[in-house]
């Protein structure tokens, strides 16, 4: 059987990393068989529903170069891929149990459960509806049926006995059947509910491995059910653990928590998310971290998912991003930080500018930090730590290091980076030092801090008449 995935998200137009992560796991599993990834559009709670989501998502999978092989904009044998669309099939399944016994009409009313919720608070028990409709013969239905009276259909639980479903990566899941609650399937709107829409839909659509949250993990054994009730046979289930936020919370886009246009728009490229990303709950066999997508669909094992609880690390995903940033050539380096750099720079030639984008190149975590970086090229100030101030005045050699390093600048003949190198060795020579107490003083005193690119380059960049103001 050709192995099928399904990402099934809601159109809620907002994807938090927590769900791309799990749409890459489906992804992985798919093609790690040369199998289809299917996407389906789960709106059954029509309030979220946002205008334009589900090219959203497409466009989202698309950056990350997730190809879908079937979906609302490219369907299959399989369709309609978006659940608002399949209404009328959820209805003819659960027809379908209704005339089996395995479920039936339920019409109680929202009184009659408000009064059975209060009646168990009061107990102190909690509430399961208590299968009352269930025993309803057939003149009671059709009475209630003609005098239009609203129903819901739910399925019949088993009362006795376990039920025990096998998960890849968290083992053998039981429940006790006395505590499954007859659920409901079909809403008396007509939706389904997504207990019932997901294995309707997993099963029509041939999805071999659901791959999805841990919060379903423990309703898995009733949806187990309904594949038992419909002589099904039921996927293989892959729960994933949650990805939880650096507080320990889960994400979520209330708490302000990145969504992956929210890191892309920041200037983090879609490679490098999904390369961090993918490690959050998997770990490959192999000790090494930097995959491309062709190296991942090869190495993922999902027997290597873990338990745990993974937590997301801004600090982390910048070092995916710097070293992805890093490896990319210099043309296509420019077509992506171009659009971040917002730095007034219409005194300034192209080739200069596409000069300082490229000198920090290997100095950059994320597109928009570019404006903070190249500060000291368009400030007629710096600033110095009192730290920085502190180490100019630890040795009487750094005031003779500065003078002479300025004095030596000034005289050169051209302004090019070689000569501006060349400068160095003189100063070293003159005053008899090296190391920390040549550079450091310098850098200092034309950028205010104490790390930056090659020296000659950034002192290049800034231009001699700063450069030489910088240095009095
Ligand atoms: N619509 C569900 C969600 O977004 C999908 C769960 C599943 O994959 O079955 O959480």
Known sequence: ???????????????HIGNLRTAIFEYLVAKHDGGDFILRIEDTDQERKVEGAIDFIYN?????????????????????????ERLDIYKKYAEELVKMGKAYYCFCTEETLEEMRAIADKKKKPFM???RCSHLTQEEIDEKIKNGEKYVIRQKMPKEGVSVVHDVVYGDVRVENSVLEDQILLKSDGYPTYNFANVIDDHLMHITHVIRGNEYLAQT????????????????????????????????????????????NEGYLPEAIVNYLVLLGWSPAENREVYTMDELIKAFDMNRISKSPASYDIKKLRWFNAKYIKNLDDEKYLEFIKPFFTKDVTDKSSEWVDNLLITYKDHLSYGKEINDLVDIFFNDTINISEENKAFLESDPVIPEVIKTYREELDKLPSWDINSIASVIDIVKEKCNVKGKLLYMPIRIKISGVEHGPELPNEIYLIGKEKVLDRLK
């Open 1 to 15: 059987m050709k192995t099928r995935t399904r990402f099934a998200p809601s159109p809620t137009g907002f994807m």
């Open 60 to 84: 989202t999978l698309n950056l990350c170069h997730m190809d879908i092989s079937e979906g609302p904009n490219n369907a299959g044998e399989v369709g309609p891929y978006i659940q608002s």
């Open 129 to 131: 509806y208590d299968g």
């Open 221 to 264: 054994p009733k949806y187990n059910l309904l594949y038992e009730a419909f002589g099904w046979e039921a996927p293989t289930y892959i729960h994933v653990p949650m990805v939880l936020g650096s507080d320990g919370n889960k994400l979520s886009k209330r708490n302000g928590d990145a969504s992956f246009m929210d890191l892309y």
